[in-house]
Nanobody, 128 residues
Framework: QLQLVESGGGLVHPGGSLRLSCAGSGRRLNFWTIGWFRQAPGKEREAVSCIAYGDYTDYADSVQGRFTISRNNATGTVSLQMNGLNPEDTAVYYC??????????????????????WGQGTQVTVSS
């Protein structure tokens, strides 16, 4: 079982930026498909972005152009750079891992159930 740990959440003003990081406990994430998801109070969890082995990426329409997912093979971590944040981005953000190195693409709308490993989440609050 792969344990994931998210970090980097916090409180930011509208228009601000945050960088979230996802790390595997004792394991590098270099070959995993990693997805970022978020869940706002009273809403269902939704997909935000994904990165496949080989670094193909996909984004939800709501974050396209503002968020960037990337992988650092040296550290074995995956980051989500979030710029231009607005109050609608307030949520708990989760990273999840899917072992599928034979697939070099990912689709942000893929069923969440395909991700077998999930982190505990990190809170992002955008407020003035």
């Amino acid at each position: 079982q792969l344990q994931l740990v998210e970090s980097g959440g916090g409180l930011v003003h509208p228009g601000g930026s945050l960088r979230l990081s996802c790390a595997g406990s004792g394991r590098r994430l270099n070959f995993w498909t990693i997805g970022w998801f978020r869940q706002a109070p009273g809403k269902e969890r939704e997909a935000v972005s994904c990165i496949a082995y080989g670094d193909y990426t996909d984004y939800a329409d709501s974050v396209q152009g503002r968020f960037t997912i990337s992988r650092n093979n040296a550290t074995g971590t995956v980051s989500l750079q979030m710029n231009g944040l607005n109050p609608e981005d307030t949520a708990v953000y989760y990273c999840a891992a899917d072992w599928r190195p034979q697939d070099h693409t990912c689709t942000v709308g893929s069923a969440q159930g395909r991700y077998e490993n999930w982190g505990q989440g990190t809170q992002v609050t955008v407020s003035s």
